[in-house]
């Protein structure tokens, strides 16, 4: 499993979010649905244009809520973004911190999701790394994310 270490300030991404249930894997099942609505409704495309900060691609961001609405979690598509709020889309301010940067090579959704089990089931067992409070991400870049060689990153915070 290729992945660096990276050290980033405070950041913020603009996009669209919305509330699933982590429950019987619901969320594993609706996450690719709501891509492919902000493919066909040109948000996707919006997002791309408005990309002006160091990740290059569009981010889904993972923002847990268990602790406040057990089984729930918010999840965004957005980009990494500085300036004003677009219409119709919403701010999220992204943390200062540590990060986990995992290589994702394959077609979605299944490479990306076989990259997550893998992480949290033998990377973070064999690595002197701890889970950090905070949203994760995935980068996703420009290309055919149904290819066999699509290449995409899971940031994961780290302690």
């Known amino acids: 499993m290729n992945y660096r270490i990276v050290e980033r300030e ?26 492919d609505d902000v493919h066909a409704d040109g948000t996707n495309d919006l997002l791309i244009e408005l990309n002006n900060g160091e990740i290059n691609g569009v981010v889904g961001v993972c923002a847990d809520k268990r602790s406040q609405q057990p089984g729930l979690m918010d999840y965004w598509i957005a980009a990494e973004y500085e300036g004003p709020q677009p219409e119709g889309l919403e701010i ?13 090579h394959g077609a979605m ?14 990377w973070f067992p064999s690595s002197h790394y701890l889970h950090a409070a905070g949203p994760e ?23």
């Open 10 to 35: 405070s950041f913020q991404v603009v996009g669209i979010k919305r509330e699933f249930s982590c429950v019987n894997g619901e969320n594993l099942r609706e996450i690719p649905k709501m891509g």
């Open 109 to 122: 959704p299944d490479s990306i999701q076989n990259a997550w089990k893998q992480i949290f089931s033998e």
């Open 92 to 104: 999220l301010d992204i943390p200062s911190g540590k990060w986990g940067v995992f290589e994702v």
């Open 137 to 159: 991400l995935e980068v996703y870049s420009a290309g055919n994310p149904w290819s066999l060689d699509y290449y995409s990153e899971i940031w994961i915070p780290l302690k």
